[in-house]
Every structure is written in C-alpha cells, then in structure tokens.
C-alpha cells in the first residue's frame, strides 16, 4: 500500500479523535453523545483493522475470524444488559 | 519449503530428555494422555471421598471444610484438567495422522501448551497445601469467592492455575485451527474429513472463543483477591456478572468437551458397524449449528437469578432449540446401525453405550431447559445427574472407547479384548447404579455435605455410593489391561480394525514423521505414493529418506515453569516475581532466537486460507480471542456501570488530557509500525530501525503517561479498593497495559533481530505480524480512552 | 416416577410443578423407551454373528473414502416430531411461567433475607423471626428475598418452588398453601461450610390459627 494512503489513515485517526474530545464539550443529551462517540470509535477501529492490518487485502475469511467474536462480545454485552432490568412482579 | 542440515536426532524414547524437550505431536500427545489420566484419577478419588460421605444419613466421614474442597476441586479437576485435556492428547496425536500432516502447524508451542498445562495443574493441585483448596463449587459463584468469604490462599493459587491452564488453551487453540485449516493432504477436503478431525475444528472453535471470557473473569476475580479490587463483591451487580462472564464460557464448555467424544463415536461406529456414517454431513452441520447456539444459553444457568422475564423466555427457547442438532446427531448415529455388522468389541460398546447415556442426559437436560420446572430443579440432584450422564456418560465413557481404539496405533500392540469388555460392563452397570437414583433425588440440594434421615433419601444415596465405587474401581481393570498390554499385547499391525481413515495407513506406532510420502486424495482414493509416482503399499514400514526436522526445543518448558513462577510470584511478590519475570524475558528470548525448522508442505489443502501463512494466520486466530477477551473486561465494566446509581461524570476524577495524549500517542506509534513494515519492505535498514525505535519510544510514552497517571490517582484516595469507578478503571487500564508492555518488549527483539540484518531482505513477516498486535492493542485504547475518559 | 412427596396437593407452587413435570416426563419416557429400545433391537438385529464374512458393499476400506450416505427424509422426520414435541413443551413451560410470576394482587409480602447460615422473615407487622416462617392456609404469601452476605438460594423442597437470594438484588417468588403441615425451608446454593444446615420450617397453618399467632406477635 501506498505511504501516502498509510498517512492519510494516520491523519483521519487524529482528526477523528479531535472530533470526540469537541464533542463531549458540546453539552449533547447523553444517548446522542454516546452513540457518536461510540460510533466514532467503531469508525476509528473498522478504519485502522482495514488499512493498518490490511484485512482490507486480505480473504474475507480472516475478517470473518474477527467479525464472529464481535457478535458473540454484543451478544454477552447486550444480554447481560437485558437481563438486569429489574422485574418486580405487579402485586 | 525450509531445507536445513540435519540436528541430532531426538534422544531415545527412554531417556528424560525426549520427554521434556519433545515437539513431536505425538510424544506430546502421550503426555497429554497420561497427564490427564492422572487428573482424572485424582479427581475420581475425590470423588468417592465424596460419594462415601453421602452414603448415609448424618454421616461424619468429611466435615464440611474437606467436603467442599473435595467436591469443588473434583468438578474443576474433571471438567478442565481431564476431559478436554484427555480430548486434546488424542487430537494430538491422531488429527495430524488423520489430515495427513507431519506434525502441527507449530510444534513448539504445542510442546508449550503441554507444559502449561502440566504446570497450571501443579498450581490447582497446590491449593491444597496453602490454607484451602478452593471450595465454592466449581462454578467459583461470587461473592462466596471473595477475599472475605474465602479467605485462603488456596483459592489464589488455583485461580492462577486456571489462568495458565487458558494460557494453554489458547496456545493450543491457535495451533489446530491453522493445522487443521492449512495443513492437509493434498486432495483432503472438508468434507473428506474424519469425524473426529471435524468434531475437534469445531471444538477448538469453540474453545477460542469461549475461553477468553473464563479469562477475563478469574483475572477480575484474581485481581479482586489478590489486588483488593472490588468487582464481584459489589452489591452493584457483582455476582451476576460473575455468573454471565463464567457461564458464557460455561455452556460452551461442555459443548466443549462433549464434542471430541462426538468425534470419536463418529469414527469408531463405522469401523466396527462396516458401514460408513449415516448422513455425516447433517451431523457436521449439527455439531456447527449447536456450536452456534451454545453461546446464547448461557442464561439457563441464570433462571432463577432474578433476570428480566422476557430474557428468561429468551433462553429457555435457545435452550430448546440448541437440542435439536443433538437430536439429529443420535439419531444419525442410530440410523449407522441398519443393515450393519456390528463387531461389539471394546471401543464399539463404548460408542454405543455413550450414545445410550447421552441419550437420557439430553432428555433430563430438556427438564432443565423449561424455566418453569427449573423453579424446582435448579441446585438438585437432577441436575448433578443430568450433566454427569451428558459428562461422564456420553463424554468420558466415549472418549475411553477412543482409548481402547487408538491403543493399538500408539503403542502398536492390542489389549486384552476379554479384560476390555468386563470393563465396559461393570463401569456401564456402576454408572446407572450410581447416577440414575440421583434423578429420583429432585428434592435434595447438591453440594451438602450431609442430611438427616428423615429426608428419606439415604436409600438413593447408598445405591450411589455403591455405584461409585463399583464404577470407579471398574477403572482399574482398564489401568492393568493397557498397562500389561503395552508390552505383552500382541502386535497390532498397522490396521487391526480395517479402519478407513488415515492414521492406520501408517505403521503403528507410527514413525517420527507419520508417513514416508504424504498422501494424495484423488478421486475418492488416497493414494500414498512417493515423489515418483511409485505406489507404496499401504502402511509398509519403509525408511525412506525425508527432510529433517527439529523435533525437540528446550523452550517450552522453561517458559511454562516461568510463568509458573511468575504467577507464585504475583502471591510471593518480591523477589520471585522479578526473578520469574526476568528468567520468563530470557526464555522468551532464547524461544524467539532459537533455529527450529518445521518443513511446510507447498500443496497441502488450505482453503479459505491459501494467502494467508501459518503464522499470520495464527497471529489473528489469538486476537480473535483477545476480542472476546477484552470485550469481556469492557463489558463487565458496562455492566457494573449500568447497575450502579451513580457514578463520576466524565472529567470529575479520570483527566481527559491524559487519556487523550495517550491517545494520540498510541494512535502515532500505530504509525510508526507500519512505516516500520512499509520501510522493511523496501529493504531499507535504516528506516526499519529507526521507524521501530519510534514506536518503542512512543510505546514508553504511553506507559510512562499511565504511571503517572495512576501514581497521582492514587495519591488522590482512588485506589484499587475505593469503589468500582477505581476497580473497573484498574483492571481494564491495566490489562492493556500488560499487552502494551508485552508488544514493547517484541519491539526490544525486532529491534536487535533488524540490527542484525533480519527483515529487509523479504523476510518482514515478523514485522507485519508485531504489527497486527500493536494495531489491535491500539484499538483496543480506542474503545478504552472513550468509554472511560469520556462517557 | 421421582418422589413427588405424599401425592397431597400442598400448595399451588406443587400443583403447578407436578403437573408440568408429569407431562414432560411421559414424553420423555416415551421417546427415550423409543430411541433406546430402537437401538437395542438394531444392536441385536446386526451384531456380527460371525455366520458369515459377507461385508456390507460400501464397508470401510483404507484408502478409500467412505461413501456419502443418509437421507434427509429421515433427518427432516426426527427433526420435525421433536420440534413438535418441544414447541408444545415451551408452551406447556410459559404457561406455568406466567403463574410462576404473577402473584395476585392480595398476596402478603414477606421478607426473606438470608445469611451466612440461615434465614430471617420480617412480616408487614414489623415481625421477625429466623427459625420459623409461618403463612396462612389459602392465602397468597409473595415472599421478597434478599441477601446479606453471599449468594443462597431459597428452597421449600415440597412446595417445589425456589428462587435465588443474592446480595443487591431483590427477587420475588409467590405461593399459597393448601394444606397446614410443616415443611423444609432449604438453601439451594452452595454458601460455605454451614450450607447443608442453612434450613428452617415453613409452617402452614389454619387461617384462623394463623390470624390469632400473627395478631399477638411482634409489633
Ligand atoms: C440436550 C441438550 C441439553 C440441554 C437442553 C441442557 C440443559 C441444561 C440446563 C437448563 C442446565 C441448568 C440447570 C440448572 O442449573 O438449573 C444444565 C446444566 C448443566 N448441563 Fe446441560 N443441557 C444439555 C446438554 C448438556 C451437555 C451435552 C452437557 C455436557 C457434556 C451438559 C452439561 C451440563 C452441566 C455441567 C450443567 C451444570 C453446571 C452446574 O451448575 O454445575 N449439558 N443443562
Ligand atoms: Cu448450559
Ligand atoms: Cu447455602
């Protein structure tokens, strides 16, 4: 890959970062602000696993090697999240 | 292709030396098998120590204190220490014979998984001598295994044990996958694989990616003991989480070890039925399906927790669903019968005899699932029977079938068949003697010590007992059978079974390097010819020349009994964790510099695969499961976080100006590294070099940045016990610290290695493949600065 | 058929446990005679009487790979009667669930909290005891159990019914009595070495009996 695309990756990472440190002083309701900048870190990772480590290149098989344990990690997150609500029966 | 002069052979069968040092799949396979077949006799003795304390009614045989020990250090020993080792020693030994393949992928760290695995037993085994064995159940349910409640070291040491034992798996993980993926015989497809080979792949699947989440939480609750962090004592979730981290590994797990026991019914049944499995493919396709599924059950274990009632739906429909595939499995299996010619021998009674237990597991197992009647059965004996007829039943009694199976290959002689079949009667009558009143046994809770005799349940228990012991000393039989028959048996011929598959194309034992020439698959036939297209006779014993290989490293084991040290170290601290960790450097150095030569066959079979070499492939095999891993960590975070009423706003106590140079720091060296694989690749030294320099540089940034950091938050009163905000932020913070130093350190090797010429002259693998770790660290940083600076 | 106890219905809680647990396990012994039987009868029908040394054509033999055989139909067969049997399971199972969950609206709330080794009950009345937990013939009784120390699991083996205490949660578990007796209270979850006796006794008693006790306890 070409030098310049390498540092073009480097420079949209640091912007991106200056993105999220304005972002948080901009006194956003907390659920958008915590879907930009999560998003923006997902943007930052996907970004820096296609053009640093070149899965971008490479079979997709090795992508997917990575993409399982990401669903397998959102389903315990987002489970165990689930199952704490409080349940109080009516009564 | 690597061609280089020859070492000295490998030192005698006979001699220590061959032993310690060995890299050969197969030596190593042996150690796995005797090693866990130690375990297993330990764990069984303790076993019958705890059948015969319940034998009778308020009987005072143990106390309590030896009671506990004895029934948690029996469940931990059996499920991690003796069933998946006891899977892995024939997945050793036998899956490189069955693809065609010289020895794995990585024989090194294959001798290094063996000796993790030998020293994180030490360790289980030593939490015995140091106050307590741990003694919560298995299942190591928090807060019962906080510093307070359990107040012993022996939980300590047994945690570090189970740490090492996943650093083991993990090792071992990354090594089958690319052996079984890229390393098989010409022509060998997918679908021609042996069922054991395909139950083991999907196996070591699962173990990758549920074993990170053990990891993550017996480090947290090392951390909690050892460090005084507060994760999984904290009124804010704590023992829940506790429960999701361990039973998201848990349900996998004894998918985990069930399914080797699959593969071994799935290839003895055809050998000695004389038909060929019946609808093998719907039985891979299941074993994928339920691999699936089996990592959203993980709740059944919860029902009762208290958890939101839609989730509890949730799982008792995946729980219901997941015993679908074993459904089309047995009855596959069953179908394999029909208009067969059974030769009931040892291994075939064995086979059949597990499916015919597995079969009662998975209905009793099906109670379990309604969540309804778990208001009942959770914590009884139904349940202790249920997974003890799946465990012992359908897995053990299988995985011995496979013993008495493979006998004959590695040791070349038969065992006494006679012997053999008695011993499958009485262990099958003691089984069902020992579990099934305990299905009759709903009301008693599991884990008491003892009961009075107006439960009425002294009965039942005595029929156990009985059944314990008739089963365990059955196993003797077996013990004397293998033993005298390893050298009196008569000669086994490479084929005794007529087996199809290709570990008995070769001479039994087999030679050092499997096979003369590897074999080709065209056709439907395996055609075992050398380099001449001269067909050799199928497992005639020719020495033929073949390219030498290294076969023993002195590496391994030195580092396992460092990190074994270090671990102690960790308890001990000063001096010996800084001489461990100093010792562990040199022997990570002396591994790295050492000259092994592992001969690649060009041709092999390695789809999806085919660009992506071994080591590259095996670098992103373990940060697959490093995804989980750290996920775990952030998740548990997310989870106490959200469970808490209130916690610091962002900037209150975490300096965003830290977090945010570091950032940028890291973000830089990831940089560096690729302008290090960027100039490596234009062959130029100088670059290399000082591109690397800049990276270890910044790397030392980054940390020092840390340090002071973490120093002035704990001059401040935020320390690793002053809340979850503290012990959350350690925990995670440092974890990635750990790798961070752990990537400086390869960078101190490449930068030596570059110095000395290496990687400018088309060799900057290395380079690229440090590189994927330091970008995946990095990412790591980039969820971490986030969702702890800035949310 | 598993102890059941003495076949006396003794609280909603057991009706609703046995009656599920009654239809799982006919159909479980049914399929499981079926399944088992079957491959008895296969083992016999097949086993090698060494009559012959006819093999069956496709036999395995080293160096070719083994024929692809089976039939989805078969599969598709198996797979289907099991569905059936296991949606009408999770039926059967959310119904008891719902029942399970739901106390009625006037059920008496008492508080459960268990300890490092047994159990104290706190009434609405202000009473509190640790050996005895006594409710009332015919009345709904929603138990609200918590943890003071580690995680327990709160059990009264005849009544079927259990539900986990752990500490910083609260969970509820509701049942009413049909018969007065004496019952076992038990943890469920190994809690250290006083385990196997964090018991008490769950008294059931006569309305009226049980109004004149609680009228006169406590507060
Ligand atoms: C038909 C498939 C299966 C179903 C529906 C099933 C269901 C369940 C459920 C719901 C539980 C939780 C019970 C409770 O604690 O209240 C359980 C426990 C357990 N099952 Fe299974 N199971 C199945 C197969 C297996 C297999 C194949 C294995 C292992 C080889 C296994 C091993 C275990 C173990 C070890 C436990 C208890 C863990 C503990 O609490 O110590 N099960 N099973
Ligand atoms: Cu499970
Ligand atoms: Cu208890």
Redesign the interface.
């Known amino acids: 890959m070409k030098l310049i695309v390498y540092a073009g990756v480097f420079a949209f990472l640091m912007a991106t970062t200056a993105v999220e440190l304005m972002t948080i002083g901009m006194q956003l309701p907390r659920n958008i602000l915590v879907t930009i900048i999560m998003s923006t870190a997902g943007l930052k990772a996907v970004v820096i696993a296609m053009f640093f480590q070149h899965l971008k290149d490479e079979p997709k098989a090795l992508s997917i090697l990575v993409i399982i344990p990401i669903i397998a990690a959102a389903a315990l997150i987002g489970i165990s999240i689930l199952s704490i609500q409080p349940f109080v029966p009516s009564g | 292709m690597v061609q280089e002069t020859e070492k000295p052979s490998v030192p005698p069968a006979w001699s220590i030396k061959r032993w310690l040092f060995t890299t050969n799949h197969k030596d190593v396979g042996i150690l796995y098998l005797l090693t866990s077949v130690f375990f297993f006799v330990a764990a069984g003795w303790l076993a019958l120590l705890v059948r015969t304390q319940l034998g009778a009614p308020d009987n005072a045989f143990l106390?309590?204190?030896a009671y506990?020990q004895a029934v948690t250090v029996h469940g931990l020993l059996m499920v991690l220490w003796f069933l998946s080792p006891f899977a892995i020693g024939f997945a050793n030994y036998i899956v490189p014979l069955q693809i065609g393949a010289r020895d794995l992928a990585f024989p090194r760290l294959n001798a290094l998984s063996y000796w993790l695995y030998f020293f994180s037993g030490i360790l289980m085994l030593m939490s015995f001598f140091t106050g307590s064995a741990p003694?919560?159940?298995w299942t190591l349910?928090?807060?019962?295994s906080s510093q307070r409640?359990t107040p012993f070291l022996g939980l300590n040491v047994a945690a570090a044990g189970i740490i090492m034992m996943i650093a083991s798996i993990t090792v071992g993980t990354v090594n089958f996958i690319v052996t079984i993926v890229r390393m098989r015989a010409p022509g060998l497809k997918y679908?021609?694989l042996p069922m054991f080979t395909w139950a083991m792949l999907i196996t070591i699947g699962m173990m990758?990616?549920a074993f990170p989440?053990l990891l993550a939480g017996t480090l947290i609750l090392f951390a909690d003991r050892a460090l005084g962090t507060l994760y999984f004592s904290?009124?804010?979730?704590?023992?829940?989480?506790w429960d999701?981290l361990f039973w998201?590994f848990g349900h996998p797990e004894v998918y985990i070890v069930l399914f080797p026991a699959i593969g071994v019914v799935g290839d003895i049944l055809?050998?000695f039925?004389?038909?060929?499995?019946?609808?093998?493919?719907?039985i891979v396709l299941s074993l994928v399906a339920a691999a699936i599924i089996s990592?959203?059950v993980w709740?059944h274990h919860?029902f009762?927790?208290?958890?939101?009632?839609?989730?509890?739906?949730?799982f008792?429909?995946t729980t219901?669903a997941v015993?679908?595939p074993f459904?089309?499995i047995?009855?596959?299996m069953?179908?394999t019968?029909?208009?067969?010619?059974?030769?009931?021998k040892a291994p075939v009674l064995f086979a059949?005899g597990s499916?015919?237990l597995f079969?009662?597991g998975g209905?009793?197992g099906?109670?379990l699932a309604?969540?309804?009647?778990d208001?009942?059965l959770?914590?009884?004996y139904w349940v202790v029977s249920h997974f003890h007829y799946v465990m012992v039943g359908g897995s053990a009694m299988a995985l011995i079938g496979g013993l008495y199976y493979w006998f004959p290959k590695i040791t070349g002689r038969m065992y006494n068949e006679k012997l053999a079949k008695t011993h499958f009667l009485l262990s099958f009558i003691g089984f069902n003697v020992l579990y099934f009143p305990m299905?009759?046994?709903?009301?008693m809770?599991?884990?008491?010590?003892?009961?009075t005799a107006s439960?009425?349940w002294g009965q039942m228990n005595l029929l156990a007992t009985a059944g314990a012991w008739i089963f365990g000393l059955s196993q003797l039989l077996m013990f004397y059978n293998l033993f005298v028959s390893m050298k009196k048996g008569m000669p086994a011929g490479p084929?005794p079974w007529?087996?199809?598959t290709l570990e008995?194309?070769t001479s039994s034992p087999p030679p050092f390097h499997n096979f003369d020439t590897i074999p080709v698959?065209s056709e439907?036939?395996?055609h075992?010819t050398n380099g001449a297209g001269h067909s050799a006779a199928?497992?005639a014993k020719a020495e033929t020349e073949h390219v030498h290989e290294t076969h023993t490293s002195t590496w391994p084991i030195i580092i396992s009994a460092a990190a074994f040290f270090t671990l102690l170290g960790l308890l001990m601290g000063f001096p010996v964790l800084q001489l461990a960790v100093a010792f562990g450097v040199i022997a990570v150095y002396g591994y790295g510099r050492e000259r092994f030569t592992v001969r690649h066959e060009e041709n092999a079979e390695s789809w999806?695969?085919?660009?992506?070499e071994n080591v590259k492939?095996g670098v992103?095999?373990f940060?697959?499961?490093e995804?989980?891993f750290f996920?775990?960590l952030?998740?548990a975070y997310?989870?106490v976080r959200?469970?808490s009423a209130t916690w610091p706003a962002?900037g209150q106590i975490l300096s965003?100006q830290h977090g945010?140079v570091n950032?940028?720091i890291l973000?830089?060296s990831?940089?560096t590294?690729?302008?290090a694989l960027?100039s490596a690749k234009a062959g130029s030294r100088k670059y290399t070099m000082l591109s690397l320099l800049t990276t270890l540089v910044l790397g030392l940034a980054f940390m020092l940045n840390k340090a002071s950091e973490w120093k002035e938050l704990i001059e401040h009163g935020f320390t690793f016990n002053s809340g979850l905000p503290a012990s959350s932020y350690f925990i995670t913070t440092g974890a990635h610290g750990v790798h961070v130093a752990a990537g400086l350190a390869t960078i101190v090797y490449l930068i030596i290695r570059a110095a000395e010429g290496r990687y400018t002259k088309g060799d900057s693998g290395t380079i690229e493949h440090f590189?994927?770790y330091w970008?995946?660290v990095?990412?790591v940083w980039?969820?971490l600065?986030?969702l702890f600076y800035?949310? | 058929m598993p102890d059941l106890g003495n076949n006396i219905l003794v609280s909603n809680t057991y009706e609703t446990f046995t009656g599920l647990f009654g239809t799982f396990s006919t159909l479980a012994i049914i399929v499981g005679a079926v399944v088992l039987g079957l491959m008895t009868y296969l083992i016999l029908r097949y086993r090698d009487k060494g009559t012959s040394t006819q093999e069956p054509e496709d036999a395995p033999t080293l160096g070719k790979l083994p024929a692809e055989r089976g039939k989805v139909k078969t599969i598709a067969v198996s797979l289907t009667l099991s569905t059936t049997i296991l949606v009408f399971l999770v039926f059967g199972t959310f119904g008891a669930l719902d029942n399970i969950l739901t106390p009625p609206k006037d059920a008496i709330d008492i508080k459960v909290t268990a300890f490092q080794w047994g159990w104290k009950f706190a009434y609405p009345n202000g009473y509190e005891e640790t050996k005895e937990l006594r409710v009332p013939v015919g009345k709904a009784v929603r138990l609200i159990v918590v943890s003071e120390d580690v995680f327990h699991n709160f059990g009264i083996y005849d009544y079927k019914i259990k539900i986990d205490a752990i500490k910083g949660r609260t969970n509820h578990i509701w049942f009413e009595a049909k018969q007065p007796g004496e019952f076992t209270i038990q943890c469920y979850e190994l809690c250290g070495i006083g385990h196997a006796f964090m018991k008490a006794k769950l008294v059931a008693m006569e309305p009226g009996a049980f109004n004149a006790w609680y009228s006169t306890s406590g507060a």
């Open positions: 106390n309590s204190s506990n003694d919560g159940g349910y928090s807060p019962l409640y679908k021609h990758l990616y989440s904290a009124p804010e979730g704590g023992a829940i989480l999701h998201f055809p050998t039925t004389r038909r060929p499995l019946y609808g093998k493919k719907y990592f959203v709740g919860m009762i927790t208290g958890i939101n009632p839609t989730v509890m739906k949730l008792n429909i219901v015993s679908l459904d089309v047995t009855i596959a069953i179908e019968l029909v208009r067969a010619k059974i030769r009931l059949i499916i015919a079969v009662i209905i009793t099906v109670f309604s969540v309804a009647l208001f009942q959770r914590g009884t299905y009759l046994l709903l009301d809770p599991r884990r008491i010590v003892t009961y439960t009425g084929n007529q087996a199809s008995w194309a698959i439907g036939v395996v075992l199928l497992g999806p695969y085919q660009g992506v492939l992103w095999i940060l697959a499961s995804v989980i996920s775990a952030l998740g997310i989870f959200v469970n962002a965003i945010a950032t940028f973000l830089t990831s940089f590294a690729v302008l960027v590189g994927l970008h995946f990095d990412i980039v969820f600065f986030p800035l949310l």
